[in-house]
């Protein structure tokens, strides 16, 4: 499906095994990139923020969709002398129906590509998202969470209906993809929207 962002007409699919390899480096950067970004955790974790397994693991969950997102006006290949290569998504995310509450789902592993942000793109995926998951699985209300020292991040939410519940959630360090925390004073603010 296509949806227009400004500068922008995206293209939405279910993400697939066969996009590991170029959503990796997109969430990789978006997360612990050398760009200044939103997202960017590099002053905290020395972890992967995701790795080939455990983003197998999400694609192939049958109540998660991870959404692979391109530009629909831009080609998808780029064509060489010697191969056609896909060219990398501008974002990707995860939503995940909750298992214990038939109206919520949680929204998460959200990158945009850090040259693209701040443009219009995380605003439209976000939209998409709320609106395929109460298509697709009748969700009315929509979870996120999101680290406490991140107030920058905490407000973009907020200005797009997201509040805060008033949970904290702690941290999970000995989950994190085999890495370490920076800090130890780690956890996350819940955010919910009704949709």
């Given amino acids: 499906m296509t949806v227009p962002a400004p500068g922008h007409t995206l293209s939405f699919r279910p993400a697939t095994p066969a996009d ?5 480096p997109l969430i990789r950067s978006a997360y612990r990139g050398a760009f ?3 997202s960017a955790e590099a002053d905290i974790f020395a972890a992967k923020r995701a790795t080939e397994a455990t983003l197998l693991t999400k694609i192939a969950a049958p109540d998660v969709v991870v959404l692979h997102v391109t530009d629909a006006v831009s080609p998808s290949f780029a064509v060489t002398a010697a191969e056609v290569v896909p060219l990398p998504p501008l974002s990707c995310c995860e939503i995940a129906r909750s298992t214990g509450d038939a ?12 040259a693209r942000q701040a ?9 998409y998202a709320e609106e395929l998951a109460r298509r697709e699985w009748s969700i009315r209300r929509m979870e996120m969470t999101v680290l ?3 107030a920058g ?3 973009y939410y907020e200005r797009r209906g997201y509040r805060r519940t008033g949970e904290r959630r702690e941290f999970p360090y000995a989950e994190f993809y085999g890495g370490e925390g920076l800090r130890d004073d780690l956890w996350f603010v ?4 009704e949709l």
């Fill in 36 to 38: 200044p970004s939103s």
């Fill in 20 to 24: 590991i390899p170029a959503l990796l």
């Fill in 148 to 150: 406490w020292m991140r």
């Fill in 190 to 193: 819940v955010l919910e929207k």
């Fill in 153 to 155: 991040l905490i407000a």
């Fill in 119 to 127: 443009g219009g793109v995380g605003g439209a995926v976000l939209r």
């Fill in 103 to 114: 109206g919520l789902a949680h929204f998460g592993l959200f990158a945009v590509d850090p």
